[in-house]
């Protein structure tokens, strides 16, 4: 079975960072597009950043120098450090885990149950 398991989201003030974790079992995660996506109320799923399985790093222009994606092998785990938080990235954070080359243009094979952001002005 897999599973994808997001933790970390919360309310921040303009300016704040947070850390989102997925926790990933099921999968051998290495072998696929790992990615976080966030969905706004009213907006469509948008791709925040992605990993290939060759490890290289793709952004979204909208959080590109103020979010970092990274992950821990060992532990099969993705993370999403956000800085700079403004009001706009309020969503819905989801891991996911698919097929692609970037994080803008991916087949999402298995979605997380999402974590909740929201920053207040």
């Known amino acids: 079975q897999v599973e994808l398991v997001e933790s970390g989201g919360g309310s921040v003030q303009s300016g704040g960072s947070l850390r989102l974790s997925c926790v990933v079992s099921?999968?051998?995660?290495?072998?696929?597009?790992m990615a976080w996506f966030r969905r706004a109320p009213g907006k469509e799923r948008e791709g925040v950043a992605g990993?290939?399985?060759?490890?290289?790093?793709t952004y979204a222009d909208s959080v590109k120098g103020r979010f970092t994606i990274s992950r821990d092998n060992d532990k099969n785990t993705l993370y999403l450090q956000m800085n700079s938080l403004k009001p706009e990235d309020t969503a819905m954070y989801y891991c996911a885990a698919g097929a692609g080359t970037i994080v803008t243009d991916m087949v999402v094979f298995y979605w997380g149950q999402g974590t909740q952001v929201t920053v207040s002005s």
């Open positions: 990993f290939d399985k060759a490890g290289l790093i």
């Open positions: 099921g999968i051998t995660y290495r072998h696929y597009f």
